[in-house]
């Protein structure tokens, strides 16, 4: 087939995140087994008009939030003979493709928004505005997409489509794989309790409930604190005022954005990863924590409850809040049996998900995709 997939964002856009790397997977397998895939997406600083990656071909076009969808309107319309499926990543917003594609369509979702659309990260009133907007109008969009086939890779994205008016049987649900560093990563775990935050630096991703739970197992005991992952400069200053004002600026360290190497090192230096973000489709973080005997500790949010088997490769906090999150953290590193339990089935977690199983799963979809196929 010669397949077509919308996305807001490709893997090489600066802010690319789990999101998009889950895509590019996913049309790896279709490529290495014959397919020919087009990923249309936005422009960005450097981007080329089209280029290639990994065997897709990739064309970059508007910007991320409206001008790419414009822009994926009228390239399809020139091209819709070239094309068997099309494949339509939400983000928030998704690309329409019920109003103007005539041919098989999949959705691809990694969770729905809610209360994400309150944290757009824009200055008030501006985020309130969206907030409202995005909040009000997401279910309407949904109705658009009833005789749609949808891919996500948990139970709680299919749970929350459901409730969104999608019908069960058009939902597949294909859990993500991991993607483990080549070279073996030795488990040197610092010799100071080190807790760890992974993900990108927005008020979703929970890093500010992040850095009250540093702040209050800074008053219990000794230990070090670390912060990786990306975000704006205006952000990540309002971060390191916060640390600072919680007591805890010099005690917190800031790696930024590392790469894949560096961030399983990381990974398997510290003690605990903990995760309180307030939604996710997955959590992939989580599995790549567990992959170097990691534990972690999140919040009961959609996707983490997935990720995270509760009292086996981590903890699920009974309340989402940060003195809940320190109490778990501490009650694990106070607990030598308890703690050594937890690593183990961490490691024998990790290894149910990988991305040869993924891709097989995927591409089993999509070649037979004629109406609504349920997976099994």
Same mark, same amino acid.
């Given at each position: ?38 990923? %249309?997406?936005?422009?960005?600083? +450097? ?86 907007? +995005? ?6 969009? %949904? ?29 597949? #649900? ?10 073996? #990563? ?11 935050? =992974?993900?990108? =630096? ?12 540093? $702040? ?38 800031? &790696? ?24 996710? +489709? &997955? ?23 997935? $990720? ?39 490691? $024998? ?28």
């Amino acid at each position: 087939m010669n397949i077509l997939v919308f996305s807001w964002r490709d893997p090489k856009h600066p802010n690319a995140g789990g999101a998009e790397q889950v895509m590019h997977e996913h049309m790896k397998g279709w490529v290495g087994a014959g397919h020919k895939v087009t990923l %249309f997406s936005s422009r960005f600083s +450097g981007s080329l008009g089209e280029e290639s990656l990994d065997g897709i071909k990739l064309i970059h076009r508007g910007d991320q939030y409206v001008g790419v969808k414009l822009a994926a309107f009228f390239y399809y319309l020139k091209n819709k003979n070239s094309f068997d499926l099309v494949v339509d990543q939400f983000h928030g917003i998704p690309f329409f493709t019920p109003l103007y594609v005539r041919k098989p369509k999949l959705a691809v979702l990694q969770e729905v928004a809610r209360e994400v659309w309150f944290l757009s990260g824009f200055p008030w009133p501006v985020s309130w505005i969206i907030g409202v907007l +995005g909040f009000i109008t997401e279910p309407l969009v %949904f109705l658009l997409y009833k005789k749609t086939p949808f891919l996500v890779g948990s139970q709680s994205a299919k749970d929350d489509l459901i409730k969104m008016g999608i019908p069960g049987v058009n939902i597949n #649900i294909i859990p993500h794989g991991v993607i483990l560093p080549r070279s073996k #990563i030795l488990d040197q775990r610092s010799k100071i309790k080190t807790i760890l935050f =992974l993900g990108t =630096l927005t008020k979703d991703k929970g890093i500010e409930d992040a850095l009250k739970v540093f $702040s209050i197992l800074g008053n219990l005991g000794n230990y070090n604190f670390w912060v990786v992952g990306k975000g704006s400069e205006e952000y990540k200053n309002y971060l390191l005022a916060l640390a600072k004002k919680l007591g805890i600026k010099d005690r917190v360290t800031f &790696w930024g954005f590392v790469d894949e190497s560096k961030k399983f090192q990381l990974l398997a230096r510290a003690h605990v990863l903990i995760n309180p973000s307030m939604r996710e +489709g &997955w959590g992939l973080v989580n599995i790549e924590a567990n992959s170097v005997a990691t534990p972690v500790v999140a919040y009961r949010s959609p996707g983490l409850v997935d $990720s995270v088997k509760d009292g086996k490769s981590g903890i699920i906090c009974t309340e989402n809040t940060a003195q809940d999150m320190a109490d778990q953290v501490e009650k694990i590193l106070g607990n030598k049996d308890k703690y050594a339990s937890l690593q183990k089935s961490a490691i $024998s977690w990790s290894k149910k998900f990988n991305w040869q199983k993924s891709k097989k799963l995927s591409l089993e979809l999509i070649e037979n995709l004629s109406g609504i196929i349920h997976l099994k």
